[in-house]
């Protein structure tokens, strides 16, 4: 494998304290279309997605913005999408990196997994797409 | 008009260091390293898909990225978008009243650019690119 196999930026994190303003304030500014928003399960945090080509601008924030407080937001992470998150995470295990093991994402059929350390103050994950097979439904 | 994510800026003490893992490990290929006198910064780009990652190491203590980094430590700096016509889309920003860095296009490392103020966007700091012709590849 070619380092860690990477093909692509998959998502750019932009955190914030209000993600429907900040998106806004994109869509106003940049000419960027909002695509989807969400609830994040669990958490509530409240998303806006954004894609140029293959990469998302996700636009993050929490459950309720407070009321008369400043937007604020910040560059914050990268996911980068992989061929083979398995032999993506013992290669960076290699060089050094901790790395956590691989887990469901919220995507449906796809492992995401953390990158906690080595990446020069950049929260970090990798993602594969596909990982999971689907559900057959067939029953015994 | 935007056309796609030109690259993100990551700050960082040593684009030496950095590279250990963002070109050794991730195996990610350097596109570009060069050494911007006037910004006092040494600039590298790592291509990956469609886009690019750049790292940029301070060369000297009196700019914005020198701050950045004694203010906030290493990390995400700025995102830069694809443009083909970066003037058009400076004078589309101004005419929109967002605040700007840079009030005419000048040539940076990822061909002619410009910065918006990171004021206007609630903190982020947003580039504008429209790559020269020849220029590391692109």
Known sequence: MDGIGATHIDHIVIASNDSGAVAETFRRNLGLEIKRTMTRPGTGAQLAFAKLQEVVLEFAGPPEPKPGEEVRARLWGLVLAVRDIRAAVERLRAFGCEVGEPKPAVQPGALIATVKTGTHGVPFALIQYDAIPPATGASA | ?138
């Open chain 2, 1 to 138: 008009m935007l056309t796609k994510i030109h690259h993100v800026g990551i700050v960082v003490h040593s684009a030496d260091e950095a590279l250990k893992f963002y070109r050794d490990a991730l195996g990610l290929p350097v596109t570009a390293d060069k050494v911007i006198e006037d910004q006092g910064v040494r600039g590298v780009l790592l291509q990956i898909g469609n886009s690019e990652i750049e790292l940029l190491e301070p060369t000297r203590d009196d700019t914005g990225v020198a701050r950045f980094l004694a203010s906030r430590g290493e990390g995400m700096h700025h995102i830069c978008f694809e443009s083909d016509d970066v003037a058009k889309e400076l004078e589309a920003a101004r005419q929109k009243g967002i605040e700007l860095i840079d009030q005419a296009p000048r040539v940076g490392l990822a061909g002619m650019i410009c910065f918006l103020h990171p004021r206007s966007n609630h903190g982020v700091l947003v580039e504008f690119a429209t790559p020269i012709e020849g220029q590391h590849g692109h």
